[in-house]
C-alpha cells in the first residue's frame, strides 16, 4: 500500500513570492524520496491527489465536489485549475518554435540586455601576445519590456457545476489556456513586426521562388530557420512550383510537415497579416518574459466561490538581435 505524507495544507503556500504551490509543496514531501518507488515519476501535487483518490482524468474521473470532501482537499483545486490552463497554453501554443529563451520574473518591470553588433565586433582576429583582447559591450537596454495580462473570468456557480465530471471541466479550462496562447502569440508577432522595414515580393499579390531567395539572401549573419505565416499565405507558399515535386508532396501529405526551399519551418498562424511573412533565426530573435506562472484567485477557489473567479498569464516579448528577424510583403498594384 502506497504512503502518503499527510501534509497540512494551507492558503499561505499560494502566497509565496517567486514560488507555487507545488515548489512549496516539493519542499515538505521532496520527489527524490519516491526514486524507485511505484509513486517515481509522479510530482508532489500529484501524490497528494493520490492521497485524497482524486482521479481528474479519464472516464471514471471524479466530479468537481471531489476535491471539498475535506478542507485540506480543497486547497488542492486552484492548483488543479492553474495546471489544467498551462495544458491548453503548452498545448496550443507556438511560442515555443519561436523564442530563443524565457525569463520568469517577480515584477512588472524588466530591462532586458542588448550588445551592439559592429562589424568590428563580429570579425574574431588572431590575438598576438600581448595585444588587447577586443570588448563587446552588453548593457542594459533602454527600453522596458512591456508586459501584459490575459486571463478569463470564470463566472459559474458551484452548485451548478459540481457534479460535472473533472474531466469535461479540464477540457473547458484547456480551451481558456488555448485562447490565451493565441493572444500571446499575437504579442510575440507585434514584437517581431515592430521597428522593421519590410522587402517586398517582385509581383503583385504572390510571393516566388526568387522573392524567398531574397528574403533568405538578407540573414547575412543569421539563419533563416522559421517563417510565420498567415494560412492565406502558406497557400501562397505551397502553390509555388518549386513546392510541386514529388518528394514535398509526399512529405507533406504523410506527415503534415512542409518542406520549404529554404529549409525554414513554417508555423502556420493568422496572428500575421495575409500579406506578411516573418522570417526569423529563432535562436537568437526573441525573448519570453513572463510574470510567474498562471494566476488563479484560490482564496475564491478553495471556499467553492466560482461566481467570479479570474484566471490570467502575465507576458511579454523582446527582441534580442533585431537583425535576426526579417519581414517580406506582398507588393500591392
Same mark, same amino acid.
Given at each position: 500500500? %502506497? ?27 521532496? #520527489? ?26 479519464? %472516464? ?13 482537499? =480543497? ?110 502569440? %499575437? ?41 510565420? =505565416? %498567415? ?14 515535386? =514529388? =518528394? ?21 498562424? #493568422? ?32 471556499? #467553492? ?7 490570467? #498569464? ?20
Amino acid at each position: 500500500m %502506497s504512503i502518503f505524507k499527510a501534509i497540512k495544507l494551507d492558503k499561505s503556500m499560494y502566497k509565496v513570492g517567486g514560488s507555487s504551490f507545488t515548489r512549496e509543496l516539493e519542499k515538505l514531501d521532496p #520527489s527524490t524520496e519516491y526514486a524507485g518507488s511505484e509513486l517515481a515519476g509522479l510530482d508532489a501535487f500529484q501524490r497528494q491527489l493520490k492521497r485524497f483518490d482524486i482521479h481528474v482524468s479519464g %472516464s471514471q474521473s471524479d466530479t468537481i465536489q471531489k476535491f471539498f470532501q475535506t478542507s485540506d482537499s =480543497a486547497y488542492l483545486f486552484p492548483e488543479y485549475v492553474c495546471r489544467a490552463v498551462a495544458q491548453g497554453m503548452n498545448e496550443a501554443a507556438l511560442l515555443n518554435e519561436i523564442i530563443a529563451t524565457k525569463t520568469n520574473i517577480n515584477s512588472l518591470d524588466y530591462r532586458s540586455i542588448i550588445t551592439d553588433l559592429s562589424d568590428n565586433d563580429k570579425n574574431m582576429p588572431a590575438i598576438a601576445e600581448g595585444e588587447k583582447i577586443p570588448e563587446t559591450v552588453i548593457k542594459l537596454s533602454d527600453v522596458l519590456v512591456k508586459l501584459v495580462k490575459r486571463g478569463r473570468m470564470l463566472v459559474a456557480s458551484y452548485e451548478a457545476i459540481k457534479f460535472q465530471r473533472l474531466d469535461l471541466f479540464t477540457v473547458t479550462l484547456k480551451q481558456i489556456g488555448a485562447y490565451i496562447a493565441k493572444a500571446q502569440m %499575437s504579442d510575440a508577432v507585434t514584437t517581431l513586426l515592430n521597428g522593421e522595414t519590410p522587402v517586398t515580393t517582385a509581383a503583385t499579390g504572390k510571393v516566388t521562388y526568387a522573392d524567398l531567395l531574397n528574403l533568405w539572401g538578407s540573414f547575412a549573419d543569421y539563419e533563416m530557420n522559421t517563417i510565420l =505565416a %498567415s494560412p492565406v499565405m502558406v497557400q501562397k507558399l505551397l502553390a509555388m512550383p518549386e513546392m510541386q515535386d =514529388a =518528394a514535398a508532396g509526399l512529405a507533406f501529405h504523410g506527415t503534415g510537415k512542409l518542406i520549404t526551399p529554404m529549409g525554414a519551418k513554417i508555423i502556420k498562424t #493568422s496572428c500575421v497579416a495575409d500579406d506578411t511573412l516573418v522570417a526569423l533565426d529563432k535562436r537568437f530573435a526573441l525573448e519570453m518574459v513572463t510574470a510567474g506562472d498562471v494566476q488563479v484567485d484560490y482564496d475564491k477557489l478553495i471556499d #467553492s466561490q466560482l461566481e467570479r473567479a479570474a484566471v490570467t #498569464s502575465i507576458a511579454g516579448f523582446g527582441k534580442i538581435f533585431p537583425d535576426a528577424v526579417q519581414v517580406m510583403k506582398l507588393k500591392t498594384a
